[in-house]
């Protein structure tokens, strides 16, 4: 499979849907943004709790519910009223970086105290309705901390256990340390899903060779600088796909000629008009999304400088036109 990857305020419902409309059978499944264990109480939780409702992802990607936090009643009650809303998985942010979700042990935050972990586990998979998935990176400080982590998660019903292999200090610079990957991958024995960097229709080979053992492949930043990559590597790569219920579900699947970058840019700025929200928050989204889309075209450093000092919402939408004619 191939799974979009959760990023806070890109991945979210919109982008999900015009994603899914624009590239038919790109993604075969998507793990939500996070949800903070704060909001435990579905009717309270309000906008972010949207994002996962059943009826406005109707003509979406499939989602996985993920969940940020290590309040256990909180754990629980969620992941249960989302089993009730038909999801039967949820997955377990552990590896946020931010330095303030970190600081409070959540996110890769947690991944030095292993012995909080396994309590967690301890006290939430017994009473779950769901299964439960994790998405982890190599530790918080140091790339060892995860051998500490690993034993636990092989004590528990995994469904799958994601792996960014960077740690959180590193943020999102250098490049994952597939040395390090290789090293746990055969510790691990859920199925592992890969995810960092996969860019190129060659870095999703390169992950494939050097791993033949990894289930799946998840993909973030990549789908916007590129958003035709996710078809593009199931065209080169089909025999991988051939079982994918969403490659099946489009006919002539590798004959598909992806969307042009520049329209999917233009669908999806048009989506984000149409969203009931403040004007400013449009900017924001649309400037948002295009510090990554624009990476896709060529010559547009100066429109992107233009766009990014622009304040109205009229002028930005000319702006995008002109720059994607
Ligand atoms: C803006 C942004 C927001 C993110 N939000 C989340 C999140 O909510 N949950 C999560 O597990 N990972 C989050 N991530 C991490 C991504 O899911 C992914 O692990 C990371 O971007 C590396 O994969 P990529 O190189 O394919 O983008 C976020 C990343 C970015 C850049």
């Known amino acids: 499979m191939l799974i979009l990857a959760p990023m806070q305020g890109l991945t979210e419902l919109l982008f999900r849907k015009t994603f899914s409309r ?59 009223r989302l089993f009730d809303l038909g999801y039967n998985e949820v997955n377990w942010n552990m590896g946020c970086p931010m330095r303030r979700v970190a600081g409070k042990h959540r996110g890769s935050g947690i991944l030095p105290y292993p012995d909080e972990v396994r309590e967690i586990l301890d006290a939430v998979v017994p009473s779950l309705k769901p299964q439960l998935s994790v998405k982890v990176r190599l530790g918080y400080r140091t790339s060892d901390e995860i051998d500490r982590i690993i034993p636990i998660l092989n004590d528990y019903p995994l469904a799958s256990v994601t792996v960014h292999p960077r740690i959180g200090k590193q943020m999102y610079s250098g490049t994952p340390d597939l040395k390090r990957f290789a090293e746990i991958l055969p510790m691990i024995k859920h199925p592992v899903i890969y995810n960092g960097d996969v860019n190129s229709v060659y870095d999703y080979k390169k992950i494939r060779t050097l791993f033949p053992t990894v289930k799946d492949v998840m993909i973030g930043r990549g789908a916007l600088y590129n958003p035709q990559l996710p078809t593009l590597i199931k065209q080169h790569c089909i025999e991988d796909f051939k079982d994918s219920e969403s490659v099946k579900s489009v006919e002539d699947f590798n004959n598909v000629k992806p ?26 989204k649309i400037k948002e999304y295009w510090c990554l889309l624009s990476k896709s075209l060529h010559g547009s450093e100066e429109y992107k400088r233009r766009l990014l000092h622009c304040e109205d919402l009229e002028a930005m939408r000319t702006l995008i036109f002109e720059m994607t004619k």
Not at 259 to 278: G, H, S
């Open 22 to 80: 624009c590239y038919p059978g790109a993604f075969d499944l998507s793990i939500s943004p996070f949800l903070s264990l704060t909001h435990g109480n579905l009717k309270d939780a309000g906008k972010k709790v949207e994002d996962v409702m059943p009826e406005l992802n109707k003509g979406s990607m499939p989602v996985i519910p993920q969940l940020l936090g290590h309040e256990i009643d909180g754990f629980i009650d969620l992941s249960n």
């Open 259 to 284: 969307m042009p970058a520049e329209q999917f840019i233009n669908e999806l700025t048009d989506d984000i008009l149409k969203l009931n929200i403040p004007e400013q928050a449009k900017i924001r």
